[in-house]
């Protein structure tokens, strides 16, 4: 097995966990705004499967990476932060009749794992594009965190604050 063969697998597995699990959750939000965001970001974990995937037949083939892909290009920040501001997902998040903070939680802490996974495979890469792929996907999933966790932080302040007896 190639030195980054492992990474890569495993990298490809976490990917599809992450899809399954924002469209499976997907499912359980009344709000549409929120429904649409997680399977947005189910679809954002397909892309990362599918750029892993084709990280791995390069390497597997080349022994290589292919960094040339307009997919690097992309800031998947400022996607959310777009699309927050374009449907006001913070006031839509606010009136949801079932705001769910176990399921954001859960969703901060998996994308902090993916990201925590990333760095470690960027840290430990001799290879500098090797490196960079893992340090793109780190930010990547960085990004997603940091949306989740905000969101969480509200939701439960919301939460800590209501009146007794509803």
């Known amino acids: 097995m190639k030195k980054y063969e492992q990474i890569l697998r495993y990298a490809m597995q976490m990917e ?3 899809y399954n699990f924002f469209k499976e959750k997907a499912g359980e939000f009344v709000d549409p705004t929120t429904k649409n965001l997680f399977l947005k970001l189910a679809d954002v974990e397909m892309d990362h499967y599918n750029l892993v995937k ?3 037949e390069s ?3 080349t022994n290589s990476f292919d960094l040339d892909l307009d997919i690097f290009d992309r800031d998947e920040e400022s996607i959310f932060e777009k699309r927050e501001r374009s449907e006001h997902i913070d006031e ?3 009136e949801s009749d079932v705001p769910d903070i176990t399921v954001l939680r ?3 802490l998996i994308e902090r794992d993916y990201a925590e996974f990333y760095k470690k495979a960027a ?3 001799d290879d500098e594009d090797a ?3 893992f340090e793109r996907l780190a930010k990547w999933e960085e990004g997603h965190e940091r949306l989740f966790k905000e969101e969480y932080d509200r939701k439960m302040e919301e939460y800590m604050n209501l009146p007794w007896g509803g």
């Open 16 to 18: 599809l966990d992450g």
């Open 54 to 56: 084709t990280q791995l």
């Open 59 to 61: 390497y597997l083939k």
């Open 92 to 94: 839509t998040l606010v």
């Open 106 to 108: 859960m969703a901060y």
């Open 123 to 125: 840290k430990e890469a």
């Open 131 to 133: 490196k960079s792929l």
